[in-house]
């Protein structure tokens, strides 16, 4: 961990959150802030006042970790950073693994009182909240503003960055999903089949049309329906930040929302006369970036599905280390990346370097006749390039055992760095000048949200999956 500067509350302010983690903005003039966030997560509301450092369990076994920070800086830095660069070379800057930084109690307790006061009513209600025990934190560059742009003399720039959440950009096809489930989940992404159970829970209010498959695509007509259906519903999937500050969002608390004329007035404040031009715009940087591509690319590493990973994968490990904790040092080793990365940049390599185009039953488009179940299934071949003889259910069944454990930890790393990769946020940066009505041509790129998934939940989320299908099955709209 870094020696603390002087961290001061008054010179930072509540910038945005998700579900997990509070992002603070810096206005002061200390250089080693200016361009950079400072991420604090959350905890349980019960261990707010415990006044005891909430390191989590899962990480305690990884040698020279002392803090959810440090294990997260690793593992962005060394893992996601390394296999994002096997499948978009230019990768510079496009993340960011942060620094650790120690925090006094005084200074988390005084931000907590200062964002309390603006924080949205969801999140104040929300089973985590802002961690006042945490001890550290983390520095990570702001991507709400565009390193590429220089501002010209006497010129009043506006710098947009719009950050999408584009979710499940893949259909898994897996042949080792439970038959009476293949239907659905062949056929309908994960997103649109989740609906229901966040209406539910009252994460939504109403359904969007939005399908990530949509903007995983590299056809310009998919990619500006998908824009067009987070303009008209965003839910946590789309937000807009103009210089730095976030303007336009679902905060999921007022009803009946207009959000695309809202975002029409907004952006006329700016001169950009008509959405039209900058829907065109967010186009181009997605199809001219690639990074959909890329995220899809990493996402694919999921290619056996939850239903396998937890019933065959998972269990031979617990039986043998007993331990979560263990399991989870042992999974992600520090010491040892060289050996279980390549394995895994190999399986990137072996993908086409362009988006698949997966049609879900409720994107809007319909599927190309001559493109057959069958031919896409075979695209699966080989699972796994370390055993690329095996295809059969029970040709991996007899593998999965501890004597391979190899090939389970493979597999396992697979499953999980995939299903982080599908909440990661994507921020595209641009600037507009004013009086000119003229977007600037140079765009910055950067993805977010990396977080690891955790070895002790694969049960939970083959759970989880299993009420989703079971609820979209029931709800007669397949």
């Known amino acids: 961990m870094s020696i603390q500067p002087s961290v001061d509350s008054s010179e930072w302010h509540y910038k945005c959150e998700g579900l997990g983690n509070v992002i603070l903005g810096y206005c002061g003039n200390n250089p080693r802030f200016v361009g950079r966030v400072l991420r604090v997560r959350k905890c349980p509301r019960s261990e707010l006042t415990s006044n005891k450092s909430t390191m989590d369990e899962m990480y305690s076994k990884s040698e020279g970790i002392i803090s959810r920070e440090d294990y997260l800086t690793i593992y962005v830095r060394d893992v996601i950073g390394s296999l994002f660069s096997t499948c978009y070379p230019n990768n510079s800057g496009l993340v960011d693994a942060g620094e650790t930084i120690s925090l006094s109690r005084e200074f988390l307790r005084e931000m907590k009182s200062k964002i309390d006061l603006v924080r949205p009513t969801q999140m104040l209600e929300y089973k985590l909240d802002f961690d006042i025990n945490a001890d550290c934190g983390m520095l990570m560059r702001d991507f709400t503003y565009n390193r590429k742009h220089t501002q010209k003399t006497n010129s009043d720039d506006a710098t947009f960055c719009v950050e999408f959440k584009p979710k499940w950009g893949m259909i898994c096809r897996s042949e080792f999903i439970k038959d009476e489930n293949k239907p659905l989940k062949y056929e309908t992404c994960r997103f649109c089949c989740q609906q229901l159970t966040k209406l539910k829970q009252g994460l939504i209010t109403s359904f969007t049309k939005f399908c990530p498959t949509n903007l995983f695509s590299s056809e310009e007509a998919r990619v500006r329906k998908a824009i067009e259906d987070l303009i008209q519903n965003p839910q946590n999937n789309m937000k807009i930040y103009i210089n730095g500050e976030l303007n336009w969002f679902d905060d999921n608390n007022i009803p009946n929302r207009d959000f695309k004329e809202e975002l029409i007035s907004t952006l006329t404040k700016y001169h950009i006369d008509n959405l039209d031009t900058f829907i065109k715009r967010l186009i181009f940087c997605i199809l001219d970036s690639n990074i959909m591509e890329c995220v899809q690319r990493m996402q694919m590493l999921d290619r056996f599905d939850i239903e396998f990973v937890a019933k065959y994968?998972?269990?031979?490990?617990?039986?043998?280390?007993?331990?979560?904790?263990?399991?989870?040092?042992?999974?992600?080793?520090?010491?040892?990346?060289?050996?279980?990365?390549?394995?895994?940049?190999?399986?990137?390599?072996?993908?086409?370097?362009?988006?698949?185009?997966?049609?879900?039953?409720?994107?809007?488009?319909?599927k190309d006749v001559s493109l057959t179940l069958e031919n896409e299934l075979q695209a699966h071949h080989p699972y796994t390039n370390i055993k690329p003889h095996l295809k059969s259910l029970d040709e991996f069944v007899k593998e999965c055992t501890i004597e391979n454990e190899e090939f389970l930890w493979h597999i396992l790393r697979m499953y999980l760095i995939a299903h982080g990769i599908k909440d990661c946020s994507v921020m595209i940066t641009f600037n507009v000048t004013r009086g000119e009505n003229q977007l600037d041509h140079d765009y910055d790129i950067g993805v977010v949200d990396l977080d690891p998934k955790l070895v002790s939940k694969v049960t939970s989320y083959l759970v989880q999956d299993q009420d989703i299908v079971t609820r979209f099955m029931e709800s007669n709209t397949v």
Do not use: H, R
Not at 315 to 322: M, N, S
Not at 324 to 353: G, R, Y
């Open 313 to 366: 994968v998972y269990p031979p490990l617990k039986d043998k280390y007993k331990s979560d904790e263990v399991i989870q040092a042992k999974l992600f080793d520090w010491k040892t990346i060289p050996e279980w990365i390549e394995p895994l940049k190999a399986e990137l390599s072996s993908m086409d370097n362009k988006c698949k185009e997966f049609i879900c039953t409720l994107s809007g488009f319909s």
